[in-house]
């Protein structure tokens, strides 16, 4: 269901608390992350080395990706750590309800 560009993703309770799930909404790999009591998303392919960043691990607000250990930070995207360079896409979301709800555009 759509609500003025906004995707209903999943929800709330599927995401595990300072964590990351991977899903697939309107045909793009999407990583969701809970850290706290905030939710945020990127896409779920490392820029540097094609990883599925929801098989990595979550530190504070980044990600590590499974293969080269590049990190991204969740809440914008961009590139902590080598060999990561290129930023990740990130999305606004917003929690309503039990819902989580996408903004892809």
Do not use: K
């Amino acid at each position: 269901m759509s609500q003025d560009n906004w995707i209903d993703a999943l929800s709330a309770d599927a995401l595990p608390t300072d964590d990351v799930i991977g899903v697939e909404i309107a045909g793009r790999d999407i990583a969701i992350y809970r850290i706290g009591e905030e939710v945020y998303a990127t896409d779920n392919i490392c820029t540097h080395g094609q990883g599925r960043l929801c098989e990595g691990y979550v530190i504070g607000h980044e990600i590590e990706c499974p293969l080269h250990q590049g990190r991204f930070d969740v809440r914008d995207g961009r590139p902590t750590c080598e060999p990561a360079e290129e930023p990740l896409r990130s999305y606004p979301v917003r929690v309503e309800g039990q819902r989580v709800w996408l903004r892809l555009d």
